[in-house]
């Protein structure tokens, strides 16, 4: 893990993932940029909407400008590689678009300027179709804590499975993994890809790793926050949208849940 993207922006958690993103970088001594969306179109001279738009531009662009130089002060202090990446346009194009080159994509959870701290529409898009994989990080994050243990969620799904293959790097450094399958008390059909499966493949890398079924009691989500809560886990692991999109939206899915409200740091995949 060499390249982490981190998206730069003005919602709670900004602090949250900017520490997150350093601890990282230290511990595999790993790029950082730092990636700023500047969300404008010109405006049309004489048309009254047009200059409002204008003037929003304008507004966008030096606050924008405050907080880089406000946090390229602080990283001049940092024994670290990194850059910064300041592009006109919407977040979720040229996240997408950047992350191609990148190991991990470091996101928070809700949108900014939002009281009600809606949930990102970008995690969403960056989940479902860039090939990176993300990190969420909770506001209340204050480092990544590499000595606590980390749940994998296990359905024997091939995104559970392609989330498990790229978190490795960073299972190598937890303190523990333990893998978790939540049982369906009424099981429809047997999992394409066992728990054993999973834990042999993490055996194979130097990762040991411990083999938990759970019974589900009240949503999918819920039984794996309180899996993580009681083990103390520093990192939940998880494949996102198994069904399409709007599946999970309509039926309220795993991914939806967990990501909208993230308990601790998620590390999620497509």
């Known amino acids: 893990m060499r390249s982490i993207l981190i998206h730069v922006d003005s919602d709670h958690a900004f602090e949250a993932r900017v520490q997150t993103s350093l601890d990282l970088a230290r511990a595999f001594q790993a790029h950082v940029t730092f990636l700023q969306a500047i969300p404008y179109e010109l405006g049309v001279p004489g048309d009254a909407y047009g200059a409002m738009i204008t003037e929003a531009a304008v507004a966008f662009q030096e606050a924008a400008d405050r907080v880089r130089s406000e946090l390229e002060a602080r990283l001049a202090r940092e024994d670290l590689a990194w850059d910064w990446c300041q592009l006109d346009g919407w977040s979720k194009v040229i996240v997408n678009r950047r992350s191609a080159l990148s190991d991990l994509v470091v996101l928070g959870p809700h949108q900014p300027f939002d009281a009600k ?12 179709h860039s090939r990176t994989p993300l990190l969420l990080v909770p506001e209340e994050t204050r480092a990544f804590e590499f000595d606590r243990p980390a749940i994998v969620a296990w359905n024997g799904s091939l995104e559970s499975a392609h989330a498990l293959r790229a978190a490795v ?35 194979r890398h130097d990762v040991r790793c411990e083999i938990v079924a759970i019974s589900q009691e009240g949503s999918v989500a819920e039984t794996l926050s309180d899996a993580a809560s009681v083990r103390k886990a520093g990192l939940l692991v998880m494949g ?4 399409s999109r709007s599946l999970e939206w309509a039926f309220g899915g795993v991914t939806r849940q967990l990501l909208a409200r993230p308990p601790l740091p998620i590390f999620a995949a497509h």
């Open 117 to 128: 701290g809606a949930p990102s529409p970008l995690v969403s898009d960056v989940a479902l």
């Open 169 to 203: 790097p960073l299972l190598r450094e937890m303190a523990g993994v333990v893998l978790v399958e939540v049982t369906d008390p009424e099981p429809k059909e047997q999992p394409a890809l066992p728990s054993l499966e999973g834990a042999e493949y993490l055996a």
């Open 240 to 243: 996102a949208y198994g069904h």
